[in-house]
């Protein structure tokens, strides 16, 4: 079972900053990525950032600019770093791990997602 817990989220105001966190811990033997997604109410939920375990990443293009993710591998957490934050940010943010076991399954965990809200 692996354990995905994010933090970080709040409320405010457009032009202000946040930084989530998210931590995986549990049954892992490799972490093959980590990312955050995010899902505003009637949405559906997309990516906002990735990393892989080479540290490679990927951004959504509304994002690119404004929004840094990062790592700790000693610590299987990843971070995101929202900068120069809009109300079109506003959404629940989801942590995904993406993770292989040691007989190399590949899965999926989640998050319980945390609030993000960007007043104008």
């Known amino acids: 079972q692996v354990h995905v817990v994010e933090s970080g989220g709040g409320l405010v105001q457009a032009g202000g900053s946040l930084r989530l966190s998210c931590a995986a811990s549990?049954?892992?033997?490799?972490?093959?990525?980590m990312g955050w997604y995010r899902q505003a109410p009637g949405k559906q939920r997309d990516l906002v950032a990735r990393?892989?375990?080479?540290?490679?990443?990927n951004y959504a293009d509304s994002v690119k600019g404004r929004f840094t993710i990062s790592r700790d591998n000693a610590k299987n957490t990843v971070y995101l770093q929202m900068n120069s934050l809009k109300p079109e940010d506003t959404a629940v943010y989801y942590c995904?791990?993406?993770?292989?076991?040691?007989?190399?399954?590949?899965?999926?965990?989640w998050g319980q997602g945390t609030q993000v809200t960007v007043s104008s």
């Open positions: 995904r791990v993406d993770v292989s076991n040691f007989f190399s399954a590949d899965f999926a965990s």
């Open positions: 990393i892989t375990s080479g540290g490679s990443t």
């Open positions: 549990g049954s892992i033997f490799s972490i093959n990525a």
